[in-house]
């Protein structure tokens, strides 16, 4: 026997894997933390920006957006009969805006954005296939102090909804690759030992790195380095590392130093040799972490915009929710047929719930208070 999937089957209602509704109480608290996290970027001089949902296939992903290529739906337009994508990142969206309509613009251009977008894939962590994104990028300006920038905003953007004692995860994902293409590894072993890298297994990346040679030699000690920033970067600073490579230590220093010099309680921890998230980043990689088990809150780092150098982080609204702490709701006063001074009340922040007939009640619609005499009045409940 097997399971009727018919579509007169399926439960009214039903939705797509990784899709989901956000009723009223949850909506309005989101929408309330992206206002409030936008207001916080647009404090530090970033513009808002609104790409649209859906471009055309050849622009959406050029440049950094063949990286999430696989991830793109894609659709034909029945108007130009040519194929489009649905983002599945801002970013490239964004990278596009800073090179076309904003190409004259004097840089470093600070840009800002709240969006949704849409996967292919969820992941076992993180099946949501829709996703809410806000964000920041830095584009025009490859120095330290972007990267500081984009990830100290980021962090009080955060603070500013209650989400404090984060901390800041940086990985190197050039590292590895660097120290890879120094020795001239052939394919598989480098294949091999980037598997062993990403599964963090010291044993046979130790072995690995014996039949690499020197110049790959720094990975073991790298790979236990992992954890509070100061440790890592003194790793760094004792590994033999070959130009290209030390090149990238010098800049993570630079920019963990520019970091601590505009948050100097933030914690920060480095994995130098993990390489795994966005295929794009071209230097520091960012991950925002949220205290206890929030998990990730947002990604970011630096990445090539066209032919520009660019920083950004992006914030994940649904994970901001679940770590923020839950204010009050908007007290709801009832306004019974005829009553007056309703409009006074929304100016002081209340919400007025109006009866359009005499089956209204202020219990069956949810009110806090009930509007007598041009006052709000708290409805006594009993249990």
Do not use: W
């Not at 993180?126 to 100290?152: F, M, N, T």
């Amino acid at each position: 026997m097997t399971d009727d999937l018919s579509p007169e089957a399926l439960p009214a209602g039903l939705l797509p894997a990784g899709l989901v509704d956000l009723l009223p109480a949850e909506a309005e608290r989101e929408a309330a933390l992206v206002e409030a996290m936008l207001a916080g970027f647009g404090a530090h001089g970033y513009e808002r920006v609104k790409p649209p949902l859906l471009e055309f296939e050849d622009s959406l992903l050029a440049g950094s957006g063949a990286a999430v290529a696989d991830q793109t739906f894609r659709l034909m337009d029945p108007v130009s009969q040519r194929m489009m994508g649905l983002r599945a990142d801002i970013t490239p969206q964004v990278a596009r805006i800073a090179a076309s309509r904003l190409g004259l613009q004097k840089r470093p251009l600070r840009l800002c954005y709240a969006v949704e977008a849409l996967r292919v894939r969820g992941t076992q962590l993180a099946p949501a296939r829709q996703l809410a994104q806000a964000g920041v990028e830095l584009i025009g300006s490859d120095s330290a102090a972007a990267d500081a920038e984009v990830a100290v905003v980021a962090v009080q953007a955060l603070a500013a909804v209650g989400v404090t004692g984060v901390s800041l995860d940086i990985t190197l994902p050039t590292l590895a690759p660097a120290l890879f293409e120094a020795a001239g590894l052939e394919p598989g072993l480098r294949q091999r030992l980037g598997r062993a890298l990403d599964r963090k297994d010291a044993a046979v990346v130790a072995q690995l790195t014996a039949e690499a040679g020197p110049l790959a030699g720094a990975l073991p000690s790298l790979l236990q380095a992992a954890g509070p920033a100061e440790g890592a970067l003194a790793a760094l600073r004792a590994a033999t590392l070959p130009p290209a490579a030390q090149a990238i230590a010098d800049n993570a220093a630079a920019v963990i130093a520019a970091i601590r010099a505009l948050a100097p309680d933030l914690r920060i921890t480095l994995d130098p040799v993990e390489f795994r998230g966005l295929r794009y980043h071209v230097g520091v990689a960012f991950t925002l972490y949220g205290p206890g088990n929030a998990g990730e809150l947002a990604k970011g780092g630096r990445y090539m915009a066209g032919d520009e150098p660019a920083t950004g982080m992006t914030l994940y609204p649904d994970a901001v929710l679940r770590a923020a702490p839950v204010g009050p709701q908007r007290p709801r006063v009832f306004v019974p047929l005829g009553a007056e001074g309703a409009a006074a009340l929304r100016a002081r922040g209340f919400a007025t719930v109006a009866a359009l007939s005499q089956a209204d009640t202020a219990d069956g619609l949810r009110c806090t208070h009930i509007l007598k005499d041009g006052a709000a009045v708290p409805i006594e409940r009993r249990d």
